[in-house]
């Protein structure tokens, strides 16, 4: 099975200050990758998907990017952090429409 | 209309209880669906694909009705372990978004 690794585990940033969350999947190649943010309390929101290297596709507009500069590879990005940036974030994997599996996840704290 | 609906709960039950939740969902077309169990503060985890015919594991039931376009999930002879929150996901329109519902939260009490 898939196994994506994600990092940091946690991030305290102050307001304004640029980010970057990367994941990497091992186990699979050419996966559709996604990037999801759970705020406290609230659901999963899709952020960004990617079906190949170089391919984003956007779900809510907002101040934050992804690129997928190799195919195992998704970064999440931003230029000035938001306080409403703060949140659970996730990385995914699949294969075409299979099961998705999730990397452990980065708590973002935006100060 | 939301892709993806839930009953957020919380469902509270006694061990033992029979516990089920329903999603629903907008798209049609939708082909892959599944449900998925978050703990507190951790990724969420696989608990089973929902097939056409239905499909069982364990204590685990999933159907799907595509005329009403939902699914349901059954757990029989809740234990402790079972609180979690459920997560309804069902693949978009383009075929390649998965959206997750908000969740069911369950707790189960002894």
């Known amino acids: 099975s898939q196994t994506i690794h994600q990092w940091p585990a946690t991030l305290v940033q102050p307001v304004g200050s640029p980010l970057s969350l990367e994941c990497t999947v091992e186990?699979?190649?050419?996966?559709?990758l996604y990037w999801y943010r759970q705020a406290a309390g609230r659901g999963l929101q899709l952020l960004f998907y990617?079906?190949?290297?170089?391919?984003i596709s956007s779900e809510v507009p907002q101040n934050l990017s992804a690129s997928r500069p190799q195919d195992r590879q998704f970064i999440l990005s931003s230029k000035k952090l938001l306080l409403s940036d703060s949140g659970f974030y996730l990385c995914?994997?699949?294969?075409?429409?299979?099961?998705?599996?999730f990397g452990q996840g980065t708590r973002l704290t935006v100060v | 209309r939301k892709e993806v609906e839930q009953d957020p709960g919380p469902f509270n039950v006694p061990e033992g209880a029979t516990v089920a939740f329903n999603c629903t969902y907008s798209?049609?077309?939708?082909?892959?669906f599944f449900w998925y169990r978050q703990d507190c503060r951790k990724e969420p985890k696989l608990l089973m694909s929902?097939?056409?015919s239905g499909n069982e594991d364990g204590r685990f039931t999933a159907q799907l009705n595509r005329a009403s376009q939902y699914i349901s999930l059954l757990i029989r002879d809740s234990k402790l372990s079972d609180s979690a929150t459920y997560l309804c996901?069902?693949?978009?329109?383009?075929?390649?978004?998965?959206?997750f519902g908000k969740g069911t939260s369950l707790l189960v009490t002894p």
């Open positions: 995914a994997s699949a294969k075409e429409t299979t099961e998705a599996f």
């Open positions: 186990g699979t190649s050419n996966p559709n």
């Open positions: 990617s079906v190949g290297i170089g391919q």
């Open positions: 798209n049609s077309a939708s082909q892959s």
């Open positions: 929902v097939y056409s």
């Open positions: 996901v069902v693949n978009s329109d383009s075929g390649y978004a998965l959206n």
